[in-house]
Nanobody, 127 residues
């Protein structure tokens, strides 16, 4: 079964850190553009960070610039999101996504650009 599995979410105090992981199984997503999105109830699922297939190109939403870092290890078929200086407004379900039909060095910023999704992991930041 092909799937993306997120892990590393949890409850943390404001100012703390978490590291999310997204591991692929059943097929390789190495060198596929990947992204981390987040969603809160009643709102759209928004891109937090994107990364190109080689890891050299990255994108961050303005709200997380300077605090979050996206990275990948293609040998391990895994993408990471290091989240520092967390704020209560970062509370959301975080989803990993892949643009599975295309390999390349570019990142993508639109939800419709991604065709494969994980189930999500909850991140809660207390004040």
């Amino acid at each position: 079964q092909v799937q993306l599995v997120e892990s590393g979410g949890g409850l943390v105090q404001a100012g703390g850190s978490l590291r999310l992981s997204c591991a692929a199984s059943g097929r390789t997503f190495s060198y596929k553009p990947m992204g981390w999105f987040r969603q809160v109830p009643g709102k759209e699922r928004d891109l937090v960070a994107g990364i190109g297939g080689t890891g050299g190109a990255t994108y961050y939403a303005d709200s997380v610039k300077g605090r979050f870092t996206i990275s990948r290890d293609n040998a391990k078929n895994t993408v990471y999101l290091q989240m520092n200086s967390l704020k209560p407004e970062d509370t959301a379900i975080y989803y990993c996504a892949a643009r599975s039909l295309l390999s390349g060095s570019l990142y993508y910023t639109r939800r419709v650009d991604y065709d494969f999704w994980g189930q999500g992991t909850q991140v809660t930041v207390s004040s």
